[in-house]
């Protein structure tokens, strides 16, 4: 599978930009573009702790959003610690307040929570 059309963004957003650029195998551009940002973090499990930080607490500060109801953290495959099974676990832990939580498939939700697979 492969993207090749954007959809929910402005066409001049930093997002479609590079998501082409990186598509085309061209470096994304990093500076002067306000909705881009690019963390580089050489071990999987560092980019892991970044994305849950920045989608958890440094992006919902920075633009007044709920991180629950308002970002969005895609991830390009399923394993691994930087991976989406790994990531979902890792923000429901930042983000979700505690309290009665239920199994299902090795996945712990709580009531407030959702799990996307």
């Known amino acids: 599978m ?7 963004q402005a ?5 479609v930009t590079n998501a082409h650029r990186i598509n085309a ?9 306000p909705d881009f940002f690019l963390f580089v973090e050489e071990e999987t499990e560092d980019a ?8 958890s607490r ?3 500060a920075k633009f007044g959003l709920d991180p629950r109801r308002d970002v969005q953290v895609l991830a390009p495959m399923h394993r691994g610690p930087a991976g ?12 979700t307040p505690p309290g009665p939580t ?3 498939s ?3 939700a709580g009531s407030s929570g959702s799990v996307t697979r």
Not at 48 to 55: G, L, T
Request: glycine share 12%; charged share 15%; no cysteine.
């Open 106 to 108: 090795g996945s712990a």
């Open 2 to 8: 492969r993207l090749t059309r954007i959809f929910r």
């Open 102 to 104: 239920f199994r299902r």
């Open 48 to 55: 892991a702790r970044v994305a849950v930080d920045v989608a």
């Open 25 to 33: 195998g061209t470096p994304p551009l990093t500076q002067g573009l």
């Open 11 to 15: 066409q001049q957003s930093g997002v």
């Open 58 to 60: 440094r992006i919902p």
């Open 84 to 95: 989406a099974g790994s990531l979902n676990g890792l923000l429901q832990q930042a983000i």
